[in-house]
């Protein structure tokens, strides 16, 4: 998440200059094949227009269903931190006169289950972003905690080895964390160390949490339609690739009877740029949100969240050796 007051107009230019640069070729070509000569390539601009619009329609329809999941994705989390302190106090209130050990256990498994969540949902999927050279040149601004530290590193701090080695061995580590924290819950239950409000109580806490997992799983896994997707980029790519094409009668008359006669047509390159640059970044502005979970700088911060998670439930234990909070690097937060 970007955690600057905003992009600066540099960052967005940087962010977009091997577009600019393809922008900026697509536009010249036509210009000087136009000034040499070539005058019947030169297209009505009336159609591209009506195609502009269209494009403006689709575009808009992506860059709102992006931030609808990216909204999703930060409400997920906010439930998640609030269930999380619930979890924590009711657990404590409940088992810590009886067994404070165990409260501690289920405590760490815990953190646990919000370092497994956060670095399954970290993994690359085939229709992501994070590989492309664009955000891999930006990520290089900031830290993908999941992508520099290991999994079974990180679960060591909270797991002991018994646990550490079954957990590493089942495919989806965070459910199966929750599953040890439900059968510990019941065997706790069953010797009558909680009651049967305390226990309800406790079971609802988990069975949220687990709907909150299920709830990230489902947006990490299911993608922005790839047939909305396709149609959208496209459409857009034709719109770029036509809009020079029918400029340069527009531009080249613009200049008729003043000194700038034949010289116009030249502005047809930067105003070709403007107009496609502007179609282009905001899909890429909406590109950007859709997989809220990839790590890029747009993303929800999970990592942040797990640890101010983390930081609420240990002090919580009146522990005084809490972990650092995570701040931002170049403005950025993961």
């Given at each position: 998440?970007?955690?600057?007051?905003?992009?600066?107009?540099?960052?967005?230019?940087v962010?977009?200059?091997?577009?600019?640069?393809?922008?900026?070729?697509l536009?010249?070509?036509?210009?000087?094949?136009?000034?040499?000569?070539?005058?019947?390539?030169?297209?009505?601009?009336?159609?591209?227009?009506?195609?502009?619009?269209?494009?403006?329609?689709?575009v808009?329809?992506?860059?709102?269903?992006?931030?609808?999941?990216?909204?999703?994705?930060?409400?997920?989390?906010?439930?998640?931190?609030?269930?999380?302190?619930s979890f924590g106090?009711?657990?404590?209130?409940?088992?810590?006169?009886?067994?404070?050990?165990?409260?501690?256990?289920?405590?760490?498994?815990h953190?646990?289950?919000?370092?497994?969540?956060?670095f399954?949902?970290?993994?690359a999927?085939?229709?992501?972003?994070?590989?492309?050279?664009q955000?891999?040149?930006?990520?290089?601004?900031?830290?993908?905690?999941?992508?520099?530290?290991?999994?079974?590193?990180?679960?060591?701090?909270?797991?002991?080895?018994?646990?550490?080695?079954?957990?590493?061995?089942?495919?989806?580590?965070a459910t199966?964390?929750?599953?040890?924290?439900?059968?510990?819950?019941?065997e706790?239950?069953?010797?009558?160390?909680?009651?049967?409000?305390?226990w309800?109580?406790?079971?609802?806490?988990?069975?949220?949490?687990t709907e909150?997992?299920g709830?990230?799983?489902?947006?990490?896994?299911?993608?922005?339609?790839?047939n909305?997707?396709?149609?959208?980029?496209?459409?857009?790519?034709?719109?770029?690739?036509?809009?020079?094409?029918?400029?340069?009668?527009?531009?080249?008359?613009?200049?008729?009877?003043?000194?700038?006669q034949?010289?116009?047509?030249?502005?047809n390159?930067?105003?070709?740029?403007?107009?496609?640059?502007?179609?282009?970044?905001?899909?890429?502005?909406?590109?950007?949100?859709v997989?809220p979970?990839?790590?890029?700088?747009?993303?929800?911060?999970i990592?942040?969240?797990?640890r101010?998670?983390?930081i609420?439930m240990?002090?919580?234990?009146?522990e005084?050796?809490?972990?650092?909070?995570?701040?931002?690097?170049?403005?950025?937060?993961?």
């Open positions: 998440m970007h955690s600057g007051k905003k992009f600066g107009a540099i960052e967005f230019i962010w977009t200059k091997r577009s600019i640069l393809c922008l900026t070729i536009s010249a070509i036509p210009t000087v094949l136009y000034y040499f000569g070539w005058k019947f390539i030169s297209f009505p601009w009336q159609p591209i227009a009506i195609m502009g619009t269209a494009v403006a329609f689709i808009g329809f992506k860059n709102n269903a992006s931030y609808s999941r990216l909204w999703e994705a930060r409400q997920i989390y906010g439930a998640i931190i609030n269930e999380s302190r106090y009711i657990l404590r209130d409940s088992l810590s006169e009886k067994d404070q050990d165990k409260v501690k256990s289920m405590f760490k498994r953190y646990a289950w919000l370092t497994a969540l956060r399954q949902l970290r993994e999927r085939a229709w992501e972003n994070m590989n492309t050279a955000y891999e040149e930006y990520a290089r601004k900031y830290d993908i905690c999941e992508k520099l530290l290991k999994l079974d590193e990180e679960l060591k701090k909270y797991l002991s080895d018994d646990e550490l080695t079954y957990i590493l061995s089942k495919k989806n580590r199966q964390l929750m599953a040890f924290q439900s059968k510990e819950l019941s706790s239950y069953a010797k009558g160390e909680i009651n049967d409000f305390q309800t109580q406790i079971n609802q806490q988990l069975v949220k949490l909150n997992q709830k990230a799983e489902r947006i990490k896994n299911f993608p922005y339609p790839r909305f997707s396709s149609i959208t980029t496209y459409l857009l790519l034709l719109f770029i690739f036509f809009v020079p094409f029918g400029l340069l009668k527009e531009f080249d008359k613009l200049g008729e009877g003043t000194f700038l034949n010289w116009t047509l030249w502005f390159i930067p105003f070709s740029i403007l107009v496609t640059w502007c179609f282009h970044t905001l899909d890429s502005v909406g590109e950007a949100s997989n979970f990839e790590g890029s700088p747009n993303d929800v911060p990592t942040q969240i797990s101010t998670i983390e609420d240990r002090d919580m234990l009146d005084t050796d809490l972990p650092p909070a995570i701040t931002p690097k170049n403005n950025i937060v993961l």
